[in-house]
């Protein structure tokens, strides 16, 4: 039992590191790359600690070199998520009743683990595996993930010390139970440290969890679960499974002790899963927590006095870093009618300026889409867009996929405000321009809030203060993360907690007190030093 009221190191934000040229890190990660490339890896289901293979042994390619293969894993079944699910049961008790500290330093030391002796390696393995280039790979499977373990640890403390007053007489205290069951995580490619995140801070809380990854991130799922058990994870906390989603969701949501879903993904799928759980609520012992970031359909909104070098930078990297494959990345803007002629040709050439290939030459800032659906469905949005008379390709649209699935960061002007690039979600790095006339700012304002169905991020640029706060007003629910005068990605822990509504989530806020909150069930205590020897109340005189 403590024998003591602890406090954790306070977090402060994993520095980035630059990989510049001559750099100690830039040569690690050079090796770390060879390393990558020099073997297949086996990668086998991990389930209450075993390493679980089965028959249908399936290849890992490169997105950017389909005739590199990295590895393989195995896919499973439903058997392996009901072994998954009996893991994480069997393990649920002793990891709930686990004295919080020892918890703590499990996680603190995950965060230690990524920031050192595996930031190579992770960073690697997210590169090669989600073809991502290395300062991409940098802020997201180093620094953020390792800030989600160390501001998460911090944040359950705060968790656990906001405890109620009492009386004379009497104490009253809250306790911060785990769920009853087990939680569900369903985790995207397109970031390593979501995918650690999510099936981990409910864990931190006391729960236990079935992983499932997506099958395009199994090579870095695989590093941190590596990770995860040198940390000293007990057996069954975490149990990663390589099944379908329909499979997995058959066999979790009609489990009677499912109790949580943490999920980073399409509104599609996460409104279908929300509608399964609807039709099953009868079966689970308690309602289930459902916590989801969704799709987004970010915008940039430029003001006539906005600095315009400033909104150019912002579209480049809002839009095309990590080919466009953010739920943040800016995929529509706004620009102002007298602005528009001299940022389209700079826009232009700053386009054309950014090189595309494989992330292991540094040089490059375009790498490849994810895979071939994600290929197939941008280009046919490109190949219309080429075609319809109410648009017209400003740069880039080409594409290619004979050695890897690239895309050229494409921006499309349109005259029509409701075109289906400025409506739905694209994931891709493609960005649609909607000029206006600069005496209908605050119509546009009114445009730009009833184009989407989402509400993620959004940006407005402007000098004119008076222009801000016209923004930041007629645009609240249209962005849970929104940034003046700066692009509309790069969220940072503990700095700007994300998430969105509408279309694009329950905004739980990940790396957050908002979000570990969902993952307990409090109780109350109330003890009475004096309880009352008599039923009678004075007003009974």
């Known amino acids: 039992m403590p024998k003591g009221i602890y406090t954790v190191p306070r977090p402060q934000n994993e520095p980035v590191l630059s990989y510049a040229p001559g750099t100690p890190e830039r040569k690690a990660m050079e090796e770390a ?4 490339y020099s073997h297949e890896l086996d990668i086998p289901m991990v389930i209450g600690g075993k390493e679980i293979r089965t028959d249908k042994k399936v290849a890992i390619t490169a997105p950017h070199d389909h005739s590199k293969v990295l590895g393989y894993y195995y896919q499973g079944g439903e058997e392996e998520v009901k072994m998954a699910i009996e893991a994480a049961l069997k393990a649920r008790r002793e990891w709930a009743s686990m004295i919080w500290e020892h918890r703590a330093s499990i996680f603190l030391k995950m965060g230690d683990l990524v920031a050192g002796p595996y930031r190579y390696k992770l960073n690697a393995a997210t590169m090669i595996g989600q073809s991502k280039n290395v300062f991409q790979a940098e802020i997201d499977s180093a620094c953020e993930l390792a800030d989600f373990y160390r501001f998460n640890t911090h944040y359950m403390t705060q968790i656990y010390a906001d405890q109620p007053s009492s009386a004379p007489n009497t104490w009253n205290r809250m306790e911060y139970r ?3 069951g087990f939680v569900f995580a369903l985790t995207p490619f397109n970031f390593t440290s979501i995918a650690g995140n999510l099936p981990t801070a409910p864990a931190l809380m006391g729960n236990v969890a079935v992983w499932k990854p997506s099958k395009t991130a199994i090579y870095s799922a695989h590093v941190l679960m590596e990770i995860y058990r040198e940390a000293g994870l007990p057996d069954g906390v975490i149990n990663l499974v390589f099944a379908s989603g ?3 969701a058959k066999v979790v949501l009609t489990h009677p002790d499912f109790a949580g879903f943490h999920f980073t993904g399409s509104t599609a799928v996460f409104q279908s899963i929300w509608k399964m759980i609807g039709n099953n609520i009868k079966t689970y012992k308690t309602y289930p927590r459902i916590v989801g970031e969704t799709g987004g359909k970010d915008y940039i909104m430029v003001h006539p006095s906005a600095n315009r070098k400033a909104v150019i930078t912002a579209m480049v990297r809002g839009a095309f870093e990590y080919q466009g494959q953010k739920c943040s990345a800016a995929s529509r803007a706004y620009i102002p009618r007298s602005m528009w002629n001299d940022m389209k040709e700079e826009l232009i050439t700053t386009v054309k300026e950014l090189k595309m290939g494989p992330p292991e030459d540094f040089s490059n800032f375009i790498n490849a889409v994810i895979d071939e659906a994600s290929f ?19 740069v880039g649209g080409g594409f290619d996929k004979s050695t890897g699935y690239y895309i050229e960061p494409t921006i499309i002007r349109t005259d029509d405000p409701h075109y289906v690039t400025m409506e739905e979600e694209l994931f891709g790095p493609v960005l649609t321009v909607f000029v206006y006339d600069d005496d209908k700012y605050e119509e546009t304002l009114d445009l730009l809030d009833g184009t989407s169905i989402y509400g993620l991020t959004g940006a407005i640029f402007a000098e004119d203060r008076y222009a801000i706060e016209k923004a930041t007003e007629r645009l609240t629910y249209t962005a849970g ?25 329950t905004n739980d806020k990940a790396g957050s007190v908002l979000n570990l909150i969902r993952w307990v069930s409090p109780r109350s205590i109330k003890e009475n030093f004096l309880p009352p020897e008599d039923y009678r109340y004075p007003f009974m005189g």
Do not use: C, M, W
């Open 246 to 248: 329909p499979t997995a």
């Open 33 to 36: 790359i060879r390393e990558v």
């Open 481 to 505: 993360n929104f940034y003046i005068n700066d692009k509309p990605t790069g969220a940072v822990v503990g700095q700007q907690p994300f998430g969105g509504a509408r279309g694009s989530g």
């Open 376 to 394: 197939d469905k941008i280009t046919g949005f490109i190949e219309k867009a080429a075609q319809d008379k109410e648009t017209e390709i400003v």
């Open 178 to 180: 785990p769920l009853e």
